[in-house]
């Protein structure tokens, strides 16, 4: 029992240590091109993220954390943002291997559950224009629906500042009215998070 105690007080302490040696780097994100910012500043207090013994997550790598935030890089198109004041964890594709903005082909947001799969997204889908989506994963197939709500048509993230999209999570979980689409994701993507599709 005096050895069990012992070993929580240890695993106590880590835990709470490594949370103070996380500064606050001052970096502020105004737009999401700024986790740019945070990657060149490239502090990391804790390396750790789950992967879930998923291969694709495996690739992965923390290239910036402080007490503010984390950020994930699969090494491809894709970045993981947590923002830990928010409890909140974001995927951000870019349609360029170097992250940067392309006129008229927007970012794909994608907002994550605890598991890093993705439950809401601002994306096309194999739509001409950009949609607001419901993710769902039920007995094996992904469910998928698109928001029918005039303000969530044509979103261009790449635009909104970081607040307008804090702003915007709240009425995509909670607003929007979806309709169920027939054209799914491919069930691979039931245990695969989907933004880590078209890594090379």
């Known amino acids: 029992m005096l050895k069990y105690s012992l070993l929580l007080f240890f695993i106590f302490t880590c835990t709470n240590k490594k949370e103070i040696e996380c500064k606050d780097q001052g970096i502020k ?3 999401l091109t700024d986790i740019d910012k945070l990657v060149k500043n490239g502090y990391i207090c804790d390396k750790y993220f789950d992967d879930f013994g998923i291969d694709e997550l495996k690739r992965c790598k923390v290239v910036f954390s402080d007490s503010n935030y984390k950020v994930l890089y699969n090494g ?7 923002d830990k004041k928010e409890n909140l964890k974001l995927a951000i594709n870019s349609i360029s291997p170097d992250f940067k903005p392309v006129k008229n082909r927007p970012f794909t947001l994608f907002i994550l559950n605890n598991k890093l799969l993705p439950v809401y997204a601002i994306s096309k889908f194999s ?4 949609s607001v989506f419901k993710i769902e994963y039920i007995k094996k197939k992904i469910l998928l629906s698109e928001a029918i709500n005039r303000e969530s048509k044509n979103i261009n993230v790449n635009k909104l500042t970081y607040q307008e999209i804090l702003s915007l999570i709240p009425k995509i979980k909670n607003e929007f009215k979806y309709k169920p689409r027939k054209t799914s994701l491919d069930d691979f993507f039931y245990d695969v998070p989907y933004w880590t599709e078209g890594r090379e």
């Not at 198109?77 to 947590?82: E, T």
């Not at 739509?127 to 950009?130: F, I, R, T």
């Open 29 to 31: 994100i105004e737009y």
């Open 76 to 82: 491809f198109r894709s970045r993981v943002l947590f």
């Open 127 to 130: 739509n001409d224009s950009l």
